[in-house]
């Protein structure tokens, strides 16, 4: 996933690296990854220190796990992604390079 093809929030994106199904939250599509500091981690990392092999300057995308069944993501990942924003569900975000994610169905495996 590059920087022209960034997700919209509530879309349905695949972890790279493990196959993961997740919900995309938030886009920083002008905060690159060797900026973007994960706070509450020891030494403040960015999300590039923690993605080695993936492009420091990609956007980063916020992300849920979603829980149970994945077959419906395109329906209520959007619902999913609203109520995380507004704190309408206690769910833990996770930060990763836009190059780990790709589109659902769309899946290459790891650059």
Known sequence: MTADELPDPGEHVVDRRTGDDLVVVEVHA????????????????????????????????????PTGDTENLAEVGPVLAEAVRRDALDRTVYSFPAGRLSAAGDEEGEP
């Open 30 to 65: 002008h905060t690159p990854a060797d900026e973007f500091v994960l706070g509450g981690l020891d030494g403040n990392p960015t999300v590039a220190t923690v993605n080695p092999g993936f492009a420091g300057d990609a956007p980063v995308v916020d992300c849920v796990y």
